[in-house]
């Protein structure tokens, strides 16, 4: 929550540096000052009420900027104001965006760890992108037995920065969104998928691999093991396939991945990923990952 704080005061400071200038350059022009002539009337209120929505509004900055774009276009002095204030406006507007997507460099703070899966194996992801900002721990979870190497699945518990937006309204299914429209999921994955291939059933080529989405429901109730307490999560269920094993495009299916994922306030979102091969008994009958995401949500 912090980072969302501080990139809130950045931008307060970006447009109090802006009417500081202004009012600075009149004075030294002998002009009076009217803050209204910086960027056309009400635009200073309207930025700054702007920043108060990133606390209210999902999807944050993606909806509101084409908000307030067509509203202004929509009034004849609107559009009238765009004519005088073009260059200026632009300016304004990419700075204060600027300080939002910088803060995605803010580093994330630490994921969900349950004590029921004791020490991660690996803390740090190399293929994870640099941006935006997060933290990722990764857990193999081998069968008691040792004897099926089906009975296998990859854990990994991440906390991401998201900043768009610093409401906790929606910042999990828009985080979901946004990774499976821009196809996020598959770099960090790549460790996973390499562990499976150590471990698993099936040697796999990280890099030859197809994430396809599969139409479930879009959230899942799962129970808190210590707690009793429900908690709804935001969820998506991908087949894993291998582009390698099989000659049909859409490749040969490997596993299931299964993110589940925690919304937060100031820009940041929980989330954990279960990576299981064909064949793992909990496909059938514990699809969602209950055994596992009821210890995260504790």
């Given at each position: 929550?912090?980072?969302?704080?501080?990139?809130?005061?950045?931008?307060?400071?970006?447009?109090?540096?802006?009417?500081?200038?202004?009012?600075?350059?009149?004075?030294?022009?002998?002009?009076?000052?009217?803050?209204h002539?910086?960027?056309?009337?009400?635009?200073?209120?309207?930025?700054?009420?702007?920043?108060?929505l990133?606390?209210?509004?999902?999807?944050?900055?993606?909806?509101i900027?084409?908000?307030?774009?067509?509203?202004?276009?929509?009034?004849?002095?609107?559009?009238?104001?765009?004519?005088?204030?073009?260059?200026?406006?632009?300016?304004?507007?990419?700075?204060?965006?600027?300080?939002?997507?910088?803060?995605?460099?803010?580093?994330?703070?630490?994921?969900?760890?349950?004590?029921?899966?004791?020490?991660?194996?690996?803390?740090?992801?190399?293929?994870?992108?640099?941006?935006?900002?997060?933290?990722?721990?990764?857990?193999?979870?081998?069968?008691s037995?040792?004897?099926?190497?089906t009975?296998?699945?990859?854990?990994?518990?991440?906390?991401?920065?998201?900043?768009?937006?610093?409401?906790?309204?929606?910042?999990?299914?828009?985080?979901?969104?946004?990774?499976?429209?821009f196809?996020?999921?598959?770099?960090?994955?790549?460790?996973?998928?390499?562990?499976?291939?150590?471990?698993?059933?099936?040697?796999?080529?990280?890099?030859?691999?197809?994430?396809?989405?599969?139409?479930?429901?879009?959230?899942?109730?799962?129970?808190?093991?210590?707690?009793?307490?429900?908690?709804?999560?935001?969820?998506?269920?991908?087949?894993?396939?291998?582009?390698?094993?099989?000659?049909?495009?859409?490749?040969?299916?490997?596993g299931?991945?299964?993110?589940a994922?925690?919304?937060s306030?100031?820009?940041?979102?929980?989330?954990?990923?279960?990576?299981?091969p064909?064949?793992?008994?909990?496909?059938?009958?514990?699809?969602?990952?209950?055994?596992?995401?009821?210890?995260?949500?504790?």
């Amino acid at each position: 929550m912090l980072a969302g704080v501080v990139t809130s005061i950045l931008m307060l400071a970006t447009i109090a540096l802006w009417v500081y200038f202004s009012r600075r350059k009149a004075a030294l022009q002998d002009e009076d000052f009217d803050y209204h002539q910086i960027i056309g009337q009400n635009g200073i209120e309207a930025s700054v009420i702007s920043i108060i929505l990133l606390w209210l509004i999902p999807w944050g900055v993606v909806i509101i900027l084409p908000v307030l774009l067509l509203l202004s276009l929509l009034s004849p002095a609107g559009r009238e104001s765009w004519k005088d204030f073009t260059k200026i406006r632009v300016y304004f507007v990419c700075s204060l965006l600027v300080v939002i997507f910088a803060g995605g460099f803010i580093p994330a703070s630490q994921p969900i760890s349950p004590d029921e899966w004791g020490e991660p194996l690996l803390k740090e992801n190399p293929n994870a992108p640099i941006y935006p900002s997060g933290e990722q721990y990764t857990w193999v979870m081998l069968p008691s037995s040792g004897d099926d190497i089906t009975d296998v699945e990859i854990v990994q518990s991440l906390r991401l920065r998201i900043p768009y937006q610093f409401s906790t309204m929606g910042s999990a299914s828009t985080a979901l969104d946004l990774a499976d429209l821009f196809d996020l999921e598959k770099s960090r994955l790549k460790q996973a998928i390499e562990l499976l291939s150590d471990e698993g059933p099936f040697t796999l080529d990280s890099n030859e691999m197809l994430l396809k989405k599969v139409i479930t429901e879009n959230k899942h109730i799962y129970i808190d093991s210590s707690t009793g307490k429900e908690n709804k999560l935001d969820i998506a269920l991908f087949e894993l396939r291998s582009l390698t094993l099989s000659s049909d495009p859409e490749g040969r299916k490997v596993g299931e991945v299964l993110c589940a994922a925690s919304d937060s306030w100031g820009g940041e979102v929980d989330i954990v990923v279960v990576v299981r091969p064909r064949g793992h008994p909990g496909l059938e009958q514990d699809r969602f990952a209950e055994s596992l995401v009821s210890q995260w949500v504790g």
